[in-house]
């Protein structure tokens, strides 16, 4: 038998080594679950989920993918809130990887990536539904497995995004939930700071799986939490430009923008999406099971063109696009209360703003009248 020439020699070390990977890292797996990602963000969840088939029926059942399934899930109750449909295939599917890695979790990505990974959408899913202090409880899963992520943290970047979120999340309810503290202090400390260094490395990565939720989580961060608008658009507007038919993104760019004074924009970056959704939902409510185009981010997104109006002063169209907001609000009874309190205040600011006081505390007194809206959102309105 003949000597192996140099390509050869160098191909068969090349399918080695690949094959010596864990197959999240393996060519064929990887291209294909980042193309199922790259789907699920700009809403094409048929491809998506036609992917993860081929996923499974090309490597069998594999824990990997039943964590991106269960992903995909949490992405669609993201984007659309008022529908409970895809809870229970969420729950399934997070009962599913745990199933796997309970069999299978023979490799640090697995047991402590994917093992971190399926726990955190847990208290993710608890924290979308409004139950807040449930999920820091639930969170207490993720203690046992912080260990393996910090050790492995440097080889793979997946888990300097975990890392990064647990080190931010532990500091924030830290410092802005006292009732929170009693159980928080079980938990190893956090570092803001750290942990956005370590979002903000993930999300510059192309490499891996976590790059886009990166992104996300620091606009999220940076809008919502940290107050910084300028850095939250940026991340945000990365997102809207890579991913256009995501309304999520658009929207919270918008509210950025709003943030930073640029009004104009604030409503140029959701108005071609309403106009599209007024197209693709004659009969509200829209839901995203049925339609790319849900009447939950609608809502919201009318919202903000009432807000930019209203620090314009153009008065009336800023009636205008709040009392559209209020009558797809009627439509949808399961819309979460916090989110509806903000909006019902940020209507009640241009009636008090407007002279019309009576109009805008009886916004106040509808909110004051709920149970299940946090007692900080009933308070009066700013000055």
Not at 77 to 86: A, V
Not at 137 to 162: C, T
Not at 320 to 333: I, Q, S, Y
Not at 342 to 356: S, V, Y
Request: proline share 7%.
């Amino acid at each position: 038998m003949g000597s192996v020439g140099p390509w050869a020699k160098a191909a068969l070390c090349a399918l080695l080594v690949a094959a010596a990977q864990p197959l999240p890292y393996q060519p064929a797996y990887r291209s294909q679950a980042l193309a199922a990602l790259q789907a699920l963000y700009n809403l094409d969840f048929s491809q998506a989920e036609a992917l993860f088939d081929q996923l499974e029926r090309e490597f069998g059942p594999y824990a990997g993918t039943s964590y991106l399934r269960a992903l995909a899930y949490s992405w669609r109750i993201e984007l659309d809130p008022t529908t409970t449909w895809f809870d229970s295939f969420w729950e399934r599917e997070l009962k599913r990887t745990d199933s796997l890695l309970r069999c299978c979790a023979h490799h640090p990505l697995e047991r402590y990536f994917l093992g971190f990974g399926q726990r955190a959408l847990e208290v993710r899913r608890l924290y979308i539904r409004g139950q807040t202090l449930a999920s820091v409880w639930k969170a207490r899963d993720l203690i046992a497995l912080l260990s393996g992520v910090r050790q492995y943290a440097s080889q793979y970047p997946e888990m300097q995004f975990e890392l990064g979120l647990y080190e931010y999340y532990i500091a924030y309810f830290m410092q802005n939930y006292p009732i929170m503290r009693p159980v928080l202090r079980l938990f190893p400390p956090g570092n803001a700071q750290r942990g956005l260094q370590r979002l903000e490395a993930c999300a510059r990565d192309s490499l891996n799986y976590t790059q886009h939720e990166a992104a996300y989580f620091l606009g999220y961060i940076y809008l919502y939490q940290a107050q910084q608008p300028e850095k939250a658009e940026y991340w945000l507007r990365i997102l809207s430009e890579r991913f256009p038919e995501n309304p999520l993104f658009r929207r919270m760019r918008a509210e950025a923008l709003h943030n930073l004074g640029r009004y104009e924009e604030a409503r140029k970056a959701v108005l071609p999406w309403l106009k599209a959704y007024e197209q693709a939902c004659p009969a509200p409510p829209c839901k995203l099971i049925f339609s790319r185009h849900p009447t939950s981010e609608a809502v919201q997104a009318y919202a903000l063109v009432g807000m930019a109006f209203r620090e314009e002063k153009r008065y009336a169209e800023a009636l205008a696009a709040f009392a559209r907001m209020d009558t797809l609000l009627k439509k949808l009874p399961s819309f979460p209360a916090p989110t509806y309190a903000r909006l019902q205040r940020e209507a009640a600011l241009l009636e008090k703003r407007m002279g019309n006081l009576k109009a805008a505390e009886a916004r106040l007194e509808a909110l004051r009248r709920r149970a299940d809206v946090p007692e900080f959102l009933k308070a009066p309105l700013p000055e």
